[in-house]
């Protein structure tokens, strides 16, 4: 199988001989093989591993991104950040918990960035409640 894994600036692999890949998405992992159905899931922060023709291996962990196959024999994976290493279990203990902390702070961001839009709106619907008649925008 082809397999073409890319960041948003750089190609991070690209082979012609994968004989089988896993990954992981919500559901958890799962492997693929030639002759895949054709699929297209969101991977979870996670370590992506495959193994060539000749049996070496390699991996990537990745903080998220899109896989999608195609034909049974195209696996193209978009992620948002990779990183490539020697051993899966080398990446899951460094790498992988780097990107599940940065992952972490994001959605701590989103949520307190939702805050403060409620809270603004909420605000807003006040003042207007307030001044029931009265223009808003008068000293």
Request: aromatic content about 2%; some cysteine.
């Amino acid at each position: 199988m082809k397999l073409l894994l890319t960041d948003p600036v750089h190609v991070l692999a690209e082979h012609d001989d994968v004989v089988s890949l896993r990954a992981a998405d919500a559901s958890g992992g799962f492997g693929i093989r030639p002759g895949h159905a054709d699929l297209l899931t969101v991977l979870s922060v996670s370590v992506v591993s495959w193994r060539h023709q000749d049996g070496h291996t390699g991996c990537c962990a990745v903080r998220g991104g899109i896989l999608t196959v195609r034909g049974g024999k195209e696996i193209a994976i978009a992620t948002r950040e990779g990183q490539l290493g020697d051993s899966p279990e080398a990446l899951e203990t460094t790498v992988l918990a780097t990107f599940l902390a940065a992952a972490e702070t994001e959605r701590t961001e989103r949520v307190a960035a939702t805050r403060m839009q409620m809270s603004a709106v909420r605000e807003i619907v006040r003042i207007l409640r307030s001044s029931q008649g009265r223009s808003v925008l008068s000293p």
